[in-house]
């Protein structure tokens, strides 16, 4: 299996949002460049001023717009803070915009304040997003009206006009590193998208995904797996790993200790993060979802630097 790179276009941004011109720029120079997807994260409510983040369906239906080939990912979209009807016409609006190439990637979130932003119990994120799943595939059946009966939501004799481009609608990746969502990802996704694993932790839990999937009598191996990783390559693996722990503590507000930067990021100089790149390849992860962590407002320069000092020469080595 060859390793896929995506690369993510929107990201939590303290140091500010690039201007717009650069982000639609961005779409079209990833093609150009090599890339194999372009992936977008999603927030409804920032915890705090200062934390900027834009919505994601939004910006992956920019992205189909912008791009004619590679995939169009959202990592991960808080799918409990959605209707799930809205969100399914929602998704196969974009899913038909891009001919087919959406990867829906949902998540239940770790901020509160987009729960509290709609009324949405945070709680009950976990509950409702087990119900949010099948609502979905049920808005995208066709074939009649959709209909669907739960607890939590309930929609019956509506039709959803024009149909998802891809039959039966978009991927679902399920993101998220907890038991109950691996075995949500084995029980209900067509794959896992998860961020800051480790390579060794990576395989493991896939294994444990793929026993859920056979458990509910599923296909195992035709579950797909993507990871978002932070990376920060230069020629000097030592200023590669200050400027990365300085960019990742002003993100997130906290420091991020040398160890747990080395197990989980790709930070270093191009051939120690190529040997990174390789181990996670090693470990079964098919859509490697680089997050730059430099300090800058310009994605176009992020996406040229990564593709000439790793992916690139990554691809030759893995070939």
């Given at each position: 299996m060859t390793l896929r790179f995506g690369f993510v276009a929107s990201a939590l941004r303290p140091q500010g949002m690039p201007p717009p011109a650069e982000?639609?720029?961005?779409?079209?120079?990833l093609e150009e460049l090599g890339w194999d997807s372009v992936w977008v994260a999603d927030r409804l409510a920032s915890p705090a001023a200062g934390s900027p983040?834009?919505?994601?369906?939004?910006?992956?239906?920019a992205y189909a717009a912008l791009t004619t080939r590679m995939r169009v990912g959202i990592g991960v979209l808080v799918a409990p803070t959605r209707h799930p009807f809205v969100l399914a016409k929602q998704l196969a609006t974009v899913d038909y915009l891009a001919a087919g190439r959406?990867?829906?990637?949902?998540?239940i979130g770790i901020n509160p304040a987009d729960y509290t932003a709609v009324e949405?119990?945070?709680?009950?994120?976990?509950?409702?997003?087990?119900?949010?799943?099948?609502a979905l595939r049920a808005a995208w059946a066709g074939g009649g009206p959709a209909r669907f009966e739960g607890r939590r939501y309930r929609f019956d004799g509506v039709w959803l006009e024009p149909a998802p481009y891809r039959p039966g609608g978009p991927?679902?990746?399920?993101?998220?590193?907890s038991e109950a969502a691996l075995r949500r990802a084995g029980r209900l996704?067509?794959?896992?998208?998860?961020?800051?694993v480790a390579a060794d932790q990576a395989a493991d839990m896939m294994a444990a995904i793929r026993r859920h999937a056979e458990a509910a009598g599923r296909d195992a191996d035709?579950?797909?797996?993507?990871?978002l990783v932070p990376v920060h390559v230069r020629a000097d693996g030592a200023v590669a790993?200050?400027?990365?722990q300085e960019s990742f503590s002003r993100r997130w507000g906290r420091a991020l200790p040398a160890e747990v930067m080395e197990r989980l990021c790709i930070v270093g100089e191009p051939a120690e993060c190529i040997d990174k790149v390789a181990a996670f390849a090693a470990a079964g992860v098919g859509e490697l979802v680089l997050n730059p962590q430099s300090w800058t407002r310009d994605p176009v320069a992020d996406a040229e630097q990564l593709m000439a000092d790793l992916v690139a020469p990554a691809r030759s080595v893995l070939t």
């Open positions: 982000l639609r720029r961005l779409g079209p120079r983040l834009f919505e994601g369906v939004a910006m992956a239906a959406l990867v829906a990637g949902l998540g949405v119990p945070f709680r009950e994120r976990g509950r409702r997003q087990d119900e949010l799943i099948p991927p679902l990746w399920i993101g998220g590193t996704g067509d794959g896992w998208l998860a961020y800051q035709a579950l797909e797996c993507g990871l790993r200050r400027e990365a």
